[in-house]
């Protein structure tokens, strides 16, 4: 099948895929539209939001949707590393033997992550970025294709961990749900209220998935925006020679070359997705704020004026 062909067919699917998710998640286009890029793309994904607003649900239709294998990982204090990746037990001929942990499927739903401490929320950090895990010395490739979406509660910050820059950089895209707007919210009450449930139909296969993400990167790209993202990139940083004064005012630290990556890969899907074969510099813009949204941190006296991140990222789009 031509790379054409296979194109068009993407974006028929697409449009599909969110139809059968709209279903059962109603409003939060926003949301579920970076979470399938962020497939698509082999990206993981931070979904943050108040209680409430169907985080859990989304990621829990769209591997229904996807036709993907799901575990949920509640994340609490006491859980411990081998909880997720598995551990070696004896067995009866007193030989060690390896129990894998939830960690061996296609989603992860890492429930409330920042409720654990920073030596279990490091154990996803080799599985996200090499797809694997070493326990005892013993090196396990994990099943693909394989995403970490995790959801974190923005307001309680009671026996809560902050993620590590480390950790959060691995995230390719950090996801603001925000309330559902009047008439959502009452078609929400209205679906969830009664006896009818909806049932979402698989559109998609592991391989299915796997050829997309192949197809994503293999669409060409003009030099002046693979420029356009780097140069964004390079805005954030407050030390760089192309800084803003917003820039230099209110953040710490900026954004590094994993961002850049991030930029032109979701540029991509972005564009894929609406049909073009080519992404342009609004493509970058699209996506620019959820993609560096969790990569800068904002200074004390950003906190002090109630200058927001977005603020910042939009100045500089």
Same mark, same amino acid.
């Given at each position: 099948?031509?790379?054409? /062909?296979?194109?068009?067919?993407?974006?028929?699917?697409?449009?599909? &895929?969110?139809?059968?998710?709209?279903?059962?998640?109603?409003?939060?286009?926003?949301?579920?539209?970076?979470?399938?890029?962020?497939?698509?793309?082999?990206?993981?994904?931070?979904?943050?939001?108040?209680?409430?607003?169907?985080?859990?649900?989304?990621?829990?239709?769209?591997?229904?949707?996807?036709?993907?294998?799901?575990? !949920?990982?509640?994340?609490?204090?006491?859980?411990?590393?081998?909880?997720?990746?598995?551990?070696?037990?004896?067995?009866?001929? !007193?030989?060690?033997?390896?129990?894998?942990?939830?960690?061996?499927?296609?989603?992860?739903?890492?429930?409330?992550?920042?409720?654990?401490?920073?030596?279990?929320?490091?154990?996803?950090?080799?599985?996200?970025?090499?797809?694997?895990?070493?326990?005892?010395?013993?090196?396990?490739?994990?099943? &693909?294709?394989?995403?970490?979406?995790?959801?974190?509660?923005?307001?309680?910050?009671?026996?809560?961990?902050?993620?590590?820059? *480390?950790? &959060?950089?691995?995230?390719?895209?950090?996801?603001?749900?925000?309330?559902?707007?009047?008439?959502?919210?009452?078609?929400?009450?209205?679906?969830?209220?009664?006896?009818?449930?909806?049932?979402?139909?698989?559109?998609?296969?592991?391989?299915?998935? =796997?050829?997309?993400?192949?197809?994503?990167?293999?669409?060409?790209?003009?030099?002046?925006?693979?420029?356009?993202?780097? *140069?964004?990139?390079?805005?954030?940083?407050?030390?760089?020679?192309?800084?803003?004064?917003?820039?230099?005012?209110?953040?710490?630290?900026?954004?590094?070359? !994993?961002?850049?990556?991030? &930029?032109?890969?979701?540029? /991509? *899907?972005?564009?894929?997705?609406?049909?073009?074969?080519?992404?342009?510099?609004?493509?970058?813009?699209?996506?620019?704020?959820?993609? =560096?949204?969790?990569?800068?941190?904002?200074?004390?006296?950003?906190?002090?004026?109630?200058?927001?991140?977005?603020?910042?990222?939009?100045?500089?789009?």
């Amino acid at each position: 099948m031509s790379d054409v /062909k296979a194109l068009n067919d993407l974006v028929v699917k697409y449009n599909a &895929l969110k139809a059968e998710i709209g279903k059962v998640i109603i409003g939060q286009h926003e949301a579920v539209n970076f979470t399938l890029l962020s497939i698509f793309c082999g990206g993981h994904s931070l979904l943050v939001g108040v209680p409430g607003l169907a985080k859990t649900l989304l990621v829990n239709t769209v591997s229904d949707a996807l036709g993907l294998n799901f575990k !949920r990982i509640q994340f609490t204090p006491d859980l411990m590393p081998s909880d997720i990746l598995g551990s070696e037990i004896l067995d009866e001929n !007193r030989h060690f033997k390896f129990i894998k942990g939830p960690i061996f499927s296609n989603i992860i739903l890492a429930d409330e992550i920042n409720r654990t401490p920073p030596k279990t929320q490091a154990a996803l950090l080799e599985a996200m970025q090499e797809r694997s895990v070493t326990v005892s010395g013993n090196h396990y490739k994990l099943d &693909l294709p394989f995403f970490v979406l995790a959801t974190q509660n923005p307001i309680e910050q009671e026996g809560t961990y902050p993620l590590p820059e *480390a950790q &959060l950089d691995r995230f390719m895209f950090s996801i603001y749900l925000e309330y559902p707007s009047f008439e959502e919210e009452v078609a929400v009450v209205k679906s969830t209220t009664g006896n009818k449930s909806e049932t979402v139909i698989p559109l998609f296969s592991s391989e299915e998935i =796997l050829e997309v993400q192949k197809l994503i990167r293999k669409i060409p790209l003009a030099d002046n925006v693979i420029e356009y993202a780097v *140069a964004l990139v390079g805005k954030t940083r407050p030390k760089s020679k192309e800084a803003t004064p917003l820039v230099k005012s209110y953040l710490d630290w900026g954004a590094g070359p !994993r961002a850049s990556q991030s &930029l032109i890969l979701a540029a /991509k *899907a972005h564009a894929a997705v609406k049909g073009k074969f080519s992404p342009d510099i609004e493509d970058v813009k699209a996506v620019a704020i959820p993609i =560096l949204s969790h990569r800068i941190v904002k200074n004390y006296k950003a906190e002090a004026e109630g200058v927001t991140i977005s603020d910042i990222i939009k100045s500089l789009l």
